[in-house]
């Protein structure tokens, strides 16, 4: 996305039911961030520019890449943590606005087109008052792409255990981490088989298959970031780029090359 202004909407503003039918703003750089559970009356749709973004919204909880978006609709309690450095973006809208949104909140593809509405929309000031003409287009161009942008089954169950919750946080801050799933449990002080048995239970996925997620899911940020397939398979603990791909392919039905080639084109279009 591209440079975007640092302002912030004040807590009132977002909790407001009143006001402009959309408030946007952005984060461009800063320290890891994490906010408690919380709700308010408008809609927001967030995403992280870098890094890793764990949501807890609607009793669930993911983990969610810088290339794609959350969307939270009004009165849904939610919270976040990054998993390094944060640079993100908000937008806030009206409940009035959000009767043909998401009735639930769900992981979108993020666009091109997307992304430079909120930019621009970004460098409003955040002044209270009513949209111009100017202005109400490029807000119905974000709540369009809300609408039809489509839905990403890329997020991923967080464990509640706390030992396991201690685990999945550190593989999403360092995917990388090769660490045996033995060495893991008895750092967090976990029996073997209970971390297997409870992964399992607790996410649907078991620990080698959740790391292996969690992986795809921060070589889909590398890669949009312009890393090249071999850095990013190396630096995510991969022993040969082979291996990446194949895994890649699997996952997504197209090779690392190929899925940004398509996305790519789609945008442009």
């Excluded at 409003?124 to 974000?142: E, F, K, S, Y």
């Excluded at 593989?171 to 971390?195: C, H, K, Q, V």
Aim: include cysteine.
């Amino acid at each position: 996305m591209p440079s975007v202004s640092s302002s912030l909407i004040s807590p009132k503003a977002a909790s407001s039911a009143d006001g402009p039918l959309i408030f946007a703003v952005a984060r461009p750089t800063g320290d890891a961030r994490m906010t408690r559970p919380h709700r308010h009356a408008r809609g927001q749709l967030l995403g992280a520019m870098r890094g890793l973004l764990s949501i807890d919204a609607d009793g669930s909880q993911w983990v969610v890449p810088a290339t794609h978006a959350v969307w939270i609709p009004p009165d849904i309690e939610h919270g976040l943590r990054s998993h390094g450095p944060f640079a993100g973006w908000s937008v806030y809208v009206v409940p009035s606005a959000c009767a043909d949104l998401p009735g639930r909140p769900c992981i979108l593809e993020t666009s091109g087109l997307l992304r430079a509405a909120v930019s621009r929309a970004a460098d409003w000031p955040n002044t209270g008052r009513a949209l111009d003409a100017a202005q109400m287009r490029i807000a119905g161009v974000i709540l369009d792409e809300i609408r039809s942008l489509p839905h990403a089954a890329l997020g991923l169950p967080m464990p509640r255990d706390r030992r396991l919750l201690k685990i999945a946080r550190a593989l999403s801050a360092r995917p990388g981490d090769d660490r045996r799933m033995e060495e893991w449990a008895a750092w967090a002080g976990i029996a073997p088989r209970t971390l297997t048995r409870r992964f399992v239970a607790e996410t649907g996925f078991s620990f080698t298959e959740w790391r292996q997620r969690v992986r795809l899911l921060r070589a889909l940020e590398m890669l949009a970031s312009g890393e090249s397939v071999t850095t990013v398979a190396l630096e995510l603990g991969y022993n040969n780029v082979s291996a990446f791909i194949a895994l890649f392919r699997r996952a997504y039905g197209v090779t690392p090359g190929q899925y940004y080639g398509v996305r790519t084109v789609a945008c442009a279009g």
